[in-house]
């Protein structure tokens, strides 16, 4: 087979994949025909710089001797030139390091400075050779200290006979190891301005280096939020001739920030691009987190039977790679057949999962995968083999000290089976929230030590255990430390709710009116007239005719009241006459509600009281 990557000898076009319809059957057939991946063992190229390309394209796959072999191919091509040169040595220097050959290295480095040499770029040469590895390993602390004080000695020096620019993208790699993206940013900036310097005064460059250094800054430009720029270059550097992990990168560039344009058929679009570059490739790492944006934008489009398909498509991909993160799309899988109502494949897939990871013991992932197996048997009414698994994702948290993730996960387990129709499954539910509670408490995360609080106090008030009553005293006592009394004021109005299914009647009423104060305060002047409808409906129910009357009344005559709400009140009022046997005062009543136009309807967070709410 014979193949270049060169932009002269590249003869396939990229992918011209167009949604909706050719996404699933191209992930179909990555998924599905390993057999049709190119056999890159076979492919060859008509020029040295085609094998350089190859030679690339191999290192990023992590084929280090496939990398060997093609750059030793390039080398022995007739009338190879110094630039493609410079870029095979490099490659080979590079590539010895990695299989820890020091003499094949120090021999590529040999050669590659007498070429430097012979071009009259003899400071260069005598600064590679004085440097040796720390110029393309990966620096630690110490190298980064010798490679700042090689770079401020090549600017003194103001001269472009220099290797600054290996010495920059040195330095930039460690600021990222430490998370200094603006340090990079400036670093290759810097780097890449010198390059075509370099290129414009007739200094020769390794072949394909400028297009690299370019694919590194696009990328930090992203990261640091300059969009537009990275979008520009990401653009160019797809223009320019440059080898296929490289034009997959760009491919995945565009993705990404098509994504992050909110623009998802042309994420979608380019991302499958950068998939199938990655898997012809085998660049296994690549070809996941393509595939992983994917199934991202197809989700975000609801269309969740192919998020799935796209998610086992970077599982294949991750676990034939033998990538690290392979766990982590495994799950995702496993989450996303969840949302697509696969419970049962969700179950076996997440099980698979949970006992890979247990023997690993990488406990966070595995937590987070009991969480998801945990909801796919709740799913099938399973709540006994629900409760185990969330027992032990919050275990396998607490081996990682994650006290606040365990604490959320048994709230959120607790608040599942308290809504369930099984009440034999109430006293689990009990116990999770409880054990939220002080996780919470011990966590000092109020907000999670609060809603904790409200859902034990509903699930005990639900079964008319008067502790609930005191846990929502503890609560609202809890949210009236936050500036805003929101959640205070909510919370009492569910105590009014309780109250009155305990029978108490006045308690009701006045803990509700409360609420509607404290409403009030915060601005929040529909929930004040709820929770004063909500007090009125506790009088109506205990056929309390006359105070009833005189609080709707006065709700209906309020300032700023939503028609919607008024409209409530008037038909409380009715209600009220009703119930006192002033039959036609109630009908002139409900007459003024009936005539109420409502433009609008009620927005979610009021609907616990609705135009029908006093008509019976």
Not at 135 to 145: N, V
């Amino acid at each position: 087979m014979e193949f270049s990557t060169s932009s002269a000898e590249f003869d396939g076009s990229d992918s011209q994949s167009d949604l909706p319809s050719l996404v699933e059957p191209k992930l179909r057939a990555l998924l599905g025909n390993r057999s049709a991946v190119a056999d890159l063992h076979q492919e060859t190229a008509h020029t040295a710089r085609g094998w350089l390309d190859l030679a690339h394209e191999a290192a990023y796959a992590d084929d280090l001797d496939r990398a060997l072999s093609c750059a030793t191919h390039g080398l022995a091509s007739a009338g190879t030139n110094p630039d493609v040169k410079l870029g095979l040595y490099r490659l080979l220097a590079s590539v010895h390091h990695k299989l820890e050959d020091e003499t094949g290295m120090q021999r590529a480095i040999q050669e590659r400075t007498k070429l430097l040499r012979s071009l009259g770029q003899t400071h260069q040469a005598e600064m590679e050779d004085q440097l040796g590895s720390i110029l393309f390993a990966e620096a630690d602390g110490f190298a980064a200290t010798v490679l700042q004080g090689v770079a401020d000695q090549e600017r003194s020096l103001d001269t472009i006979d220099t290797v600054l620019t290996d010495v920059l993208i040195g330095l930039a790699v460690h600021h990222m190891s430490q998370m200094r993206a603006d340090d990079a940013l400036d670093a290759i900036e810097e780097a890449v301005d010198l390059q075509r310097r370099r290129a414009d005064a007739g200094y020769r460059l390794s072949a394909g280096s400028l297009a690299n250094t370019e694919m590194f800054l696009a990328h930090l430009k992203f990261m640091n939020e300059e969009v537009d720029d990275a979008d520009e270059l990401s653009k160019a550097i797809l223009d320019s001739g440059c080898n296929r992990a490289v034009r997959a990168a760009m491919w995945m560039m565009q993705a990404v920030i098509a994504h992050h344009r909110n623009d998802m058929q042309q994420s979608a679009t380019f991302g499958l691009r950068a998939l199938e570059l990655y898997a012809r490739l085998q660049i296994r790492p690549g070809a996941a987190s393509a595939a992983s944006l994917v199934a991202s934008v197809a989700r975000r489009a609801e269309k969740h039977q192919l998020s799935v398909l796209a998610w086992r498509v970077a599982v294949d991909q991750a676990e034939q790679g033998e990538v690290e993160e392979a766990s982590g799309l495994v799950a995702a899988l496993g989450h996303q057949l969840l949302d697509a109502g696969e419970v049962t494949e969700a179950e076996e897939v997440l099980s698979g999962l949970v006992t890979r990871e247990r023997l690993n013991g990488n406990h966070h992932v595995l937590a987070h995968a009991l969480i998801d197996l945990a909801n796919a048997v709740s799913r099938q009414e399973r709540y006994r083999d629900a409760v185990t698994h969330w027992r032990d994702a919050i275990d396998a948290f607490i081996k990682v000290d994650r006290v606040r993730e365990a604490a959320r996960t048994s709230l959120a387990a607790g608040m599942k089976l308290a809504e369930t129709e099984h009440t034999h499954m109430y006293s689990e539910a009990e116990d999770l929230l409880r054990q939220a509670v002080e996780m919470a408490k011990a966590s000092e995360d109020p907000a999670v030590e609060t809603q904790g609080l409200r859902e034990l106090a509903k699930l005990l008030c639900e079964q008319t255990k008067p502790e609930g009553l005191k846990l929502y005293d503890q609560a609202i006592t809890l949210a009236s430390n936050d500036d805003v009394r929101y959640v205070a004021a909510d919370l009492t109005r569910l105590k009014a709710r309780a109250y009155a299914k305990f029978g108490k009647t006045n308690k009701a009423v006045a803990t509700a009116l409360t609420a509607a104060d404290m409403f009030e305060d915060e601005a929040e002047l529909a929930m004040g007239h709820c929770c004063e409808l909500l007090a009125g409906k506790f009088l109506v129910e205990k056929h309390k005719w006359v105070e009833a009357m005189t609080l709707f009344s006065t709700i209906a005559d309020a300032d700023g009241i939503k028609p919607q709400l008024r409209k409530a009140a008037l038909l409380g009022l009715a209600t009220a006459l009703r119930g006192q046997g002033d039959e036609a005062e109630a009908k002139r009543v409900n007459l003024q509600a009936e005539r109420i136009q409502i433009d609008t309807p009620l927005e979610p967070e009021y609907e616990f009281i609705t135009e029908t709410f006093f008509e019976d």
